[in-house]
């Protein structure tokens, strides 16, 4: 099948790499041309595990392409995906002007047919501005081409997006007619292999299953967070919690991991879409408002605990002449990204605090140079910067963090304190070796 992709971001890139490996032929549009010029060299923009290896492959083979050029990549093309950034605006709101600005572009370029389908995380409703913002150019060119407009939103994690894609536990297509249904099931059989799960719905529940998913993820690790605090309170142990409620097969083991709150680009995102979408007809989501309150709460979490282990709480620099060592940057492993990392919350408040900081992350030093600057200090050697600080703090859970040379720590640490906002070591284990060991909602 001939398909384009407008937004060579995480979605779009994987989402390109992926139907060409199966092989459909692929053009990935960008209005960011030094993205895309650094793609037709081989230059992938992003760290996604896989991801280099299937652009490389498929765009040898001749299946999959770069471009700036709209009408052109339009022009070739049945199936028009849009999969570029629906950012919060002020109010919290999605801004779709970069999906609407798509949508004009393909009416702008259209010369027949096509299937418009929407991967961006949209609010209800959005397909009907596209299919509107698509009329108007066409009818700007006195032209009729026939089209339809489908929501397909996309459930991959970075870090596993590859995976996720490839292997889906499910595709979710919205859309009002059986002719577009059956063209996008066509496209989606290949990925199928794990199980048969692709599930046709209208429009409007497509759209809001996006945020209903997301919201929920979001939902479970906040509760699991506030659990995790009163473990810590009342002497109770959380891993054990999380296994004891996870056999429940109503309940499942996922997402219940506590941590320094959800990050990314996604989850802060779309839970104050959804609340806003529910102002929008007069619904209070207090359940989702309580979410995001917690998971703000959160952030604030390791940086009390070094607070109070290292500082005074009552002076206003508690942490000056501290040095905290800072294990992991991203949002989560697997990826640079660093959009709402908790970290950066985290580092800010030790900062604030007075705080010397020293990070290390297998992958996102670039993209916190661009948030911390020369405010901290960065290394790629995870025990260098342990030299002398007073704690290290594990904010991501990266592999290379899971089993390390504990006698290294403590020889490299002027006092034997880590506190883990990833639960990654066993409490007696380390209080065995020697450690004042502060993890989230575990005794020892
Ligand atoms: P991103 O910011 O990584 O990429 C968006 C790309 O779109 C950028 O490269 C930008 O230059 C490009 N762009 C903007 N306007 C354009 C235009 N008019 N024409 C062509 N390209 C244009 O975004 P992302 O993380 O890939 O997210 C895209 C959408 O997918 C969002 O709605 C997001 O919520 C959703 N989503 C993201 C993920 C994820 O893991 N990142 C997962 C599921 C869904
Ligand atoms: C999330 C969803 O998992 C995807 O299904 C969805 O497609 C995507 O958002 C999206 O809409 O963009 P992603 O943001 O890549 O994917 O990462 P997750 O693995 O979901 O992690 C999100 C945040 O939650 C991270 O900060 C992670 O550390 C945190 N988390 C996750 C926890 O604190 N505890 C957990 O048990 C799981």
Same mark, same amino acid.
Not at 58 to 70: D, I
Not at 128 to 146: G, I, P, Q, T, Y
Not at 255 to 274: I, M
């Given at each position: 099948?001939?398909?384009?992709?407008?937004?060579?971001?995480?979605?779009?890139?994987?989402?390109?790499?992926?139907?060409?490996?199966?092989?459909?032929?692929?053009?990935?549009?960008?209005?960011?041309?030094?993205?895309?010029?650094?793609?037709?060299?081989?230059?992938?923009?992003?760290?996604?595990?896989?991801?280099?290896?299937?652009?490389?492959?498929?765009?040898?083979?001749?299946?999959?392409?770069?471009?700036?050029?709209?009408?052109?990549?339009?022009?070739?093309?049945?199936?028009?995906?849009?999969?570029?950034?629906?950012?919060?605006?002020?109010?919290?709101?999605?801004?779709?002007?970069?999906?609407?600005?798509?949508?004009?572009?393909?009416?702008?370029?259209?010369?027949?047919?096509?299937?418009?389908?929407?991967?961006?995380?949209?609010?209800?409703?959005?397909?009907?501005?596209?299919?509107?913002?698509?009329? %108007? !150019?066409?009818? *700007?060119?006195?032209?009729?081409?026939?089209?339809? #407009?489908?929501?397909?939103? +996309?459930?991959? @994690? =970075?870090?596993?997006?590859?995976?996720?894609?490839?292997?889906?536990?499910?595709?979710?297509?919205?859309?009002?007619?059986?002719?577009?249904?059956?063209?996008?099931?066509?496209?989606?059989?290949?990925?199928?292999?794990?199980?048969?799960?692709?599930?046709?719905?209208?429009?409007?529940?497509?759209?809001?299953?996006?945020?209903?998913?997301?919201?929920?993820?979001?939902?479970?690790?906040?509760?699991?967070?506030?659990?995790?605090?009163?473990?810590?309170?009342?002497?109770?142990?959380?891993?054990?919690?999380?296994?004891?409620?996870?056999?429940?097969?109503?309940?499942?083991?996922?997402?219940?991991?506590?941590?320094?709150?959800?990050?990314?680009?996604?989850?802060?995102?779309?839970?104050?879409?959804?609340?806003?979408? %529910? !102002?929008?007809? *007069?619904?209070?989501?207090?359940?989702?408002?309580? #979410?995001?309150?917690?998971? +703000?709460?959160? @952030? =604030?979490?390791?940086?009390?605990?070094?607070?109070?282990?290292?500082?005074?709480?009552?002076?206003?620099?508690?942490?000056?002449?501290?040095?905290?060592?800072?294990?992991?940057?991203?949002?989560?492993?697997?990826?640079?990204?660093?959009?709402?990392?908790?970290?950066?919350?985290?580092?800010?408040?030790?900062?604030?605090?007075?705080?010397?900081?020293?990070?290390?992350?297998?992958?996102?030093?670039?993209?916190?140079?661009?948030?911390?600057?020369?405010?901290?200090?960065?290394?790629?050697?995870?025990?260098?910067?342990?030299?002398?600080?007073?704690?290290?703090?594990?904010?991501?859970?990266?592999?290379?963090?899971?089993?390390?040379?504990?006698?290294?720590?403590?020889?490299?640490?002027?006092?034997?304190?880590?506190?883990?906002?990833?639960?990654?070591?066993?409490?007696?284990?380390?209080?065995?070796?020697?450690?004042?060991?502060?993890?989230?909602?575990?005794?020892?």
């Amino acid at each position: 099948m001939k398909i384009c992709i407008f937004g060579a971001g995480y979605v779009g890139l994987v989402a390109a790499a992926c139907f060409a490996e199966s092989g459909n032929s692929v053009i990935a549009v960008d209005v960011d041309k030094s993205r895309i010029d650094g793609l037709k060299e081989g230059i992938i923009p992003i760290y996604e595990p896989g991801l280099k290896e299937m652009i490389l492959r498929n765009q040898a083979e001749g299946r999959l392409s770069f471009t700036t050029e709209m009408t052109e990549a339009v022009q070739a093309s049945l199936v028009c995906f849009i999969a570029v950034g629906t950012p919060p605006g002020e109010d919290g709101s999605a801004d779709l002007k970069y999906v609407l600005g798509v949508a004009r572009n393909i009416g702008q370029a259209m010369n027949g047919y096509k299937i418009i389908v929407d991967k961006s995380t949209v609010p209800v409703g959005t397909a009907d501005k596209v299919r509107e913002a698509v009329k %108007a !150019e066409l009818a *700007s060119r006195n032209v009729a081409f026939e089209f339809d #407009v489908v929501s397909n939103p +996309e459930f991959l @994690k =970075e870090g596993a997006a590859i995976d996720d894609f490839m292997k889906p536990d499910r595709v979710v297509i919205g859309t009002d007619n059986v002719r577009t249904a059956e063209i996008m099931k066509e496209l989606y059989d290949p990925y199928m292999r794990k199980q048969n799960r692709l599930i046709v719905m209208d429009i409007r529940s497509a759209e809001m299953t996006k945020y209903a998913a997301n919201a929920m993820l979001a939902t479970r690790i906040s509760f699991m967070n506030q659990i995790a605090n009163l473990c810590d309170c009342m002497g109770a142990d959380v891993s054990a919690v999380r296994e004891g409620i996870g056999s429940d097969s109503r309940i499942g083991y996922d997402f219940l991991f506590p941590g320094p709150g959800y990050g990314g680009s996604c989850f802060p995102k779309d839970v104050k879409a959804l609340i806003k979408t %529910a !102002e929008e007809c *007069s619904y209070d989501f207090l359940l989702l408002k309580a #979410v995001e309150d917690v998971n +703000e709460r959160q @952030k =604030e979490v390791l940086a009390d605990k070094l607070i109070t282990a290292l500082g005074s709480p009552d002076e206003e620099q508690p942490l000056t002449g501290r040095t905290v060592a800072c294990w992991g940057l991203s949002f989560k492993p697997r990826t640079d990204d660093m959009r709402e990392a908790p970290a950066i919350t985290i580092i800010e408040r030790l900062l604030a605090a007075g705080a010397t900081v020293r990070a290390h992350d297998p992958e996102a030093l670039k993209e916190a140079k661009k948030h911390f600057g020369d405010r901290i200090e960065y290394s790629t050697n995870q025990y260098a910067i342990l030299e002398n600080a007073d704690a290290l703090t594990i904010i991501t859970d990266w592999s290379e963090y899971r089993n390390p040379d504990f006698d290294r720590i403590k020889s490299a640490l002027k006092s034997p304190l880590v506190i883990d906002g990833r639960n990654l070591y066993k409490p007696d284990r380390m209080a065995a070796a020697g450690f004042r060991y502060l993890p989230l909602g575990r005794c020892g």
